[in-house]
């Protein structure tokens, strides 16, 4: 299975949304025609109406199934009301073939800081039960673990030990994620924890790319593709 991964795309009216390369990037993703796009939230940085329905005009050019997370700049300004409103649900899963996909809500309104709370792994182990004897691949928006150049280290979910805890325990196979608009790729106990880079936003110490996985019976690959010159880099 192909699946195309997007982060932070930050749509706004700000001067620091990089249309271009959003646009390249989607035409390079839909010529890829991937079975699914996850998307690990921060589409806007305000939370607010005009964001959210800009941010919408370059999902909906987005040919493939699309599954989107909120990140902590959407919840801005009452804005996982917008979500919900504009999106869908915030904690949802999906099974497609033999993967089963996990969406959740690690932000909090109006607040930077990443947090999932008992109620919401408490529901995650419990959709996790319906997941027996298949792959597993769970996505939220701020980070489980620390990821270098991402500054004064105040990203990480407050609960990431009780996160960390129903990963190992549920047998996840991949967590996707976003933020920092820094990408990284961490192993942990044959865990594979991937951050991928802004897709959208030039307030990023990196180019704007996406990333691209394969998941398949021979293991999981992940290529970086730079949205704008579509240069690819082996990541897995
Ligand atoms: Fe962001
Ligand atoms: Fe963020």
């Given at each position: 299975?192909?699946?195309?991964?997007?982060?932070?795309?930050?749509?706004?009216?700000?001067?620091?949304?990089?249309?271009?390369?959003?646009?390249?990037?989607?035409?390079?993703?839909?010529?890829?025609?991937?079975?699914?796009?996850?998307?690990t939230g921060d589409l806007t940085c305000w939370g607010i109406k005009d964001e959210?329905?800009?941010?919408?005009?370059?999902?909906?050019?987005?040919?493939?199934?699309?599954?989107?997370?909120p990140g902590n700049h959407d919840e801005r300004t009452d804005g996982y009301h917008k979500f919900e409103r504009y999106i869908g649900k915030r904690y949802f899963t999906k099974r497609v073939d033999d993967i089963f996909f996990m969406g959740l809500?690690?932000?909090?309104?109006?607040?930077?800081?990443?947090?999932?709370?008992?109620?919401?792994?408490?529901?995650?182990?419990?959709?996790?039960?319906?997941?027996?004897?298949?792959?597993?691949?769970?996505?939220?928006?701020?980070?489980?673990?620390?990821?270098?150049?991402?500054?004064?280290?105040?990203?990480?979910?407050?609960?990431?030990?009780?996160?960390?805890?129903?990963?190992?325990?549920?047998?996840i196979d991949v967590v996707l994620g976003g933020h920092k608009h820094v990408p990284c790729l961490w192993n942990l106990n044959g865990v594979v924890i991937s951050h991928t880079a802004s897709f959208g936003s030039k307030r990023s110490p990196v180019e704007n790319s996406y990333n691209m996985m394969d998941i398949d019976e021979n293991g999981i690959r992940i290529e970086r593709v730079n949205s704008e010159t579509g240069k690819r880099e082996r990541l897995l």
């Open positions: 299975m192909k699946i195309s991964h997007i982060s932070d795309l930050h749509a706004s009216h700000n001067g620091m949304f990089n249309e271009s390369a959003v646009k390249n990037g989607i035409r390079m993703i839909n010529e890829e025609n991937p079975d699914l796009v996850i998307v959210y329905e800009y941010a919408l005009e370059f999902l909906e050019m987005i040919g493939p199934e699309k599954l989107i997370v809500d690690s932000a909090d309104p109006d607040m930077d800081t990443g947090h999932m709370g008992r109620e919401a792994i408490e529901w995650a182990r419990n959709e996790m039960g319906k997941a027996k004897g298949m792959r597993k691949v769970v996505f939220f928006h701020h980070h489980l673990l620390p990821i270098p150049h991402t500054g004064r280290e105040r990203n990480i979910l407050t609960d990431a030990p009780d996160v960390v805890e129903f990963i190992m325990d549920t047998g």
